[in-house]
């Protein structure tokens, strides 16, 4: 028996400001992931909502006007300490978690697919050269295709 659920879809830019707080809350703790954003960038987090809010508007919605280089702080980033695969991974493992307890519909599933495009683009330009999720062991670095995860909401 499968159980529904009465979840909206991503509606605008309200329901984008309560699931990137949500999303980037968990990023943060993450034990993985969160330096980055806690030791290495020292992102403030109330400074990066706006803006990564802006950015996420204007690919769901095309509304907002989103005018900053994406990937030049995470070059930055990686210039310090190297983005890997399974980093990126558990971005897109967060991701798709934290939209699944929140919304369903085309909009979250556009959110998701969007999300790992991006992070297999920043990936594959970080690296320098085509990293596939299909590489043999060892040498995709630890990304693993979402289709083959089975993702629980946090609670």
């Not at 980033?77 to 798709?96: D, E, K, M, N, Y």
């Not at 934290?98 to 556009?110: F, K, S, V, W």
């Not at 999300?115 to 299909?134: F, H, K, N, P, Q």
């Amino acid at each position: 028996m499968r159980v529904t659920r009465d979840v909206p879809d991503i509606r605008g830019r309200a329901d984008l400001d309560v699931l990137l707080r949500r999303f980037y809350t968990a990023a943060f703790a993450d034990p993985l992931i969160g330096p980055f954003f806690t030791e290495i960038a020292g992102t403030d987090l109330e400074v990066h909502l706006p803006r990564i809010g802006d950015f996420w508007e204007r690919a769901l919605f095309r509304t907002a006007a989103y005018r900053h280089d994406a990937f030049a702080p995470h070059s930055a980033v990686h210039s310090v300490q190297p983005l890997t695969a399974a980093h990126f991974g558990r971005w897109v493992q967060l991701w798709h978690a934290t939209i699944d307890g929140l919304h369903e519909g085309p909009l979250a599933d556009r959110a998701k697919a969007q999300g790992e495009r991006i992070a297999l683009a920043l990936l594959r330009r970080l690296a320098g050269r085509d990293v596939s999720t299909d590489a043999p062991r060892g040498e995709g670095g630890g990304f693993v295709p979402l289709a083959a995860l089975t993702l629980r909401a946090a609670g």
